[in-house]
C-alpha cells in the first residue's frame, strides 16, 4: 500500500491523467484527513475550485490542494512528535495512566478525524494548518469554554455520529466534534443540556 508521499508524488505526476491525480489525492486523505475523508475533500473542492464529483479537475488546482494538506500535515505530525516525547518523560517519571487527552490523541493518531466534521457541508473557515495549530494551542492549554477553532460559544452534544466514538461536544458554527479534553466540565455540562433542550423542543 503506498504512502502518503509516495501517492503525494503521484498526484503531481504529469504524465499521469487528471483522472489517476484525483484518485492519488483522495487517497492520501486515507492516511490523513483532519476533517474526516468526506468532509476534507469537500473543504478541498470548496476552496480550489472543484466539485466532489468531478472525474477530471484540473492539475493545478489538485496541486493546491494537495499543498494545504501537506502543510497541515507537517503541522500535526510536528505536534505528535512532541506528544510522544511528553508521553515518553511522564512514563520515565512512573506517569502510566493515561489521560483524557491521552485516550483522545489515541484515536487520532496519524491524523484521523483530529477536527472531525460529521456534516461535510459544515467545515471550520481557512486553511486546515491554521485550523490545526488553533486546536493544537488548545490541546496545550487549559480546559475552555468555546470552541478552540473558531471561538463559537454554542456547543450541542450529538449522538450517533459517523466516528468513534459516536458522540461528543459537536460546535454549531463550524461543525467540529470538539475533543472533550479541552473543554470546561462546566462546557460539557452546557453542551449536554442544550441537546436535551434541543430534542424537547421538536
Request: with cysteine.
Amino acid at each position: 500500500m503506498a504512502g502518503f508521499r509516495s501517492l503525494a508524488r503521484q498526484v503531481r505526476d504529469p504524465r499521469l491523467a487528471d483522472a489517476q491525480q484525483r484518485t492519488s489525492l483522495r487517497k492520501c486523505l486515507e492516511r490523513f484527513a483532519p476533517y474526516g475523508h468526506r468532509a476534507t475533500w469537500h473543504h478541498l473542492c470548496a476552496r480550489y475550485g472543484m466539485t466532489p464529483d468531478d472525474r477530471h479537475p484540473e492539475q493545478d488546482r489538485l496541486v493546491a490542494a494537495l499543498a494545504e494538506l501537506e502543510e497541515a500535515r507537517a503541522v500535526w505530525l510536528a505536534y505528535e512528535t512532541q506528544f510522544a516525547a511528553r508521553r515518553k518523560r511522564e512514563k520515565y517519571d512512573g506517569v502510566r495512566q493515561p489521560s483524557p487527552l491521552d485516550e483522545w490523541h489515541s484515536r487520532t493518531w496519524g491524523g484521523r478525524g483530529i477536527a472531525w466534521c460529521d456534516d461535510p457541508g459544515t467545515v471550520p473557515a481557512g486553511r486546515l494548518a491554521d485550523v490545526l495549530r488553533r486546536l493544537i494551542t488548545a490541546l496545550d492549554s487549559p480546559p475552555g469554554e468555546v470552541c478552540p477553532v473558531c471561538a463559537g460559544t454554542r456547543l450541542v452534544w450529538h449522538d450517533n455520529l459517523h466516528h468513534a466514538p459516536d458522540s461528543g461536544p459537536v460546535c454549531t458554527a463550524c461543525g467540529i466534534l470538539v475533543p472533550p479534553p479541552v473543554l470546561s466540565d462546566r462546557a460539557l455540562v452546557a453542551a449536554k443540556a442544550a441537546a436535551h433542550w434541543e430534542l424537547a423542543s421538536r
